[in-house]
């Protein structure tokens, strides 16, 4: 079994020698990986499935309304753009990858725990509860970019299709389709993240809701040009499925800025300046009931009296 570093005595402060954080790290990440590789196996189990949600969508918008099964079974002469696996290891490499990187999507709840589980000792109350929200609010932002990626897809591979010759065949290599899915996946996700960094720059002080504002015409052509670079197809739909969106996130995340600054503002104008000092309130106030205190043993005794030091002996009370 793994030693937890957490078993020990916690400091307040988060504070733990290097020996602990590595022990600490060395845990989050064993637990991460095995978390993947559960997911990973569970996802061989159904990755013919997860191929056939990935590439129905395309299959249809291209006139194959059949499934893999049904292609391989159909001799009807119909323009139809088939995908294809080149070959010999070219199934087991595709299974592999389909299901590692499923593996990987599914366990992310895990190893996102751990993760933040790691970090989370380190920041103070205020740090938390920012990247908690940050954290939600990114979620939902990338699978919302997931969500447009899937849904221009389709229509992408309808246009594209559109150029091929009159009476030609076209074959898809199912690793070079599924690869393009992918990664337009990711650009999508990441891509909605823009507004949630810039939103992340404004509550640190860093960038003002004000400045954001002004730059609507320069964000507009920089989310264009971003959009026709990062799409990895070249047809316009999925540039402006990209763009699109972005535009609509960068102006609310202008808002919550300005919205932001507002409220920084009124918080601050209740402070006093750097140069003026704070108000005192100088009212005397009733102390109340005085309490006596007794005379500590500690303090002199008061001096003797000449009877008292005639009854002496070299100094002392008696002779001894």
């Known amino acids: 079994m793994l030693k937890s570093a957490r078993k020990t005595e916690k400091d307040p402060e988060g504070r733990m020698p290097l020996a602990e954080h590595l022990r600490e790290l060395r845990n989050r990440l064993v637990k991460s990986l095995l978390a993947i590789v559960i997911a990973t196996v569970f996802a061989v189990l159904f990755y013919k499935d997860i191929i056939q949600f990935f590439t129905d969508p395309i299959l249809r918008a291209v006139g194959c309304d059949y499934s893999f099964a049904e292609l391989a079974k ?18 087991f490499t595709l299974a592999l990858t389909v299901s590692l990187s499923s593996g990987v999507v599914l366990a992310a709840p895990v190893w996102l725990y751990q993760l933040w589980a790691f970090v989370a000792p380190g920041l103070h109350r205020n740090e938390k509860k920012y990247s908690l929200g940050f954290v939600a609010a990114g ?38 389709l599924l690869n393009l899915i992918m990664r337009m996946i990711v650009v999508f996700g990441l891509s909605f993240e823009l507004p949630l960094l810039l939103v992340m720059l404004n509550f640190g002080g860093v960038l003002s809701g004000k400045k954001m504002a002004g730059w609507w015409r320069g964000m507009i052509l920089g989310i264009t040009l971003f959009a026709a670079i990062a799409t990895p197809s070249t ?79 070299n100094g002392y009370d008696d002779v001894t």
């Open 139 to 176: 979620f939902p932002l990338f699978v919302m970019g997931a969500y447009f990626a899937y849904w221009s897809l389709p229509k992408m591979a309808s246009v594209m299709l559109q150029f091929s010759i009159i009476g030609s065949d076209n074959q898809l290599p199912l690793d070079d």
């Open 74 to 91: 159909n001799t009807n002469e119909t323009q139809c753009a088939r995908i294809v696996q080149n070959g010999l290891l070219s199934p």
């Open 235 to 313: 047809d316009p739909i999925s540039m402006l499925a990209l763009a699109g969106p972005i535009w609509v996130l960068y102006f609310v995340a202008s808002a919550i800025a300005l919205l932001n600054d507002r409220r920084r503002a009124r918080i601050e104008a209740l402070k006093p300046g750097d140069d003026e000092a704070s108000e005192l309130d100088l009212t005397p106030e009733d102390i109340g009931e005085v309490e006596t205190v007794s005379v500590s043993t500690a303090l002199p005794s008061p001096s003797p009296s000449p009877e008292t030091e005639r009854d002496r002996i």
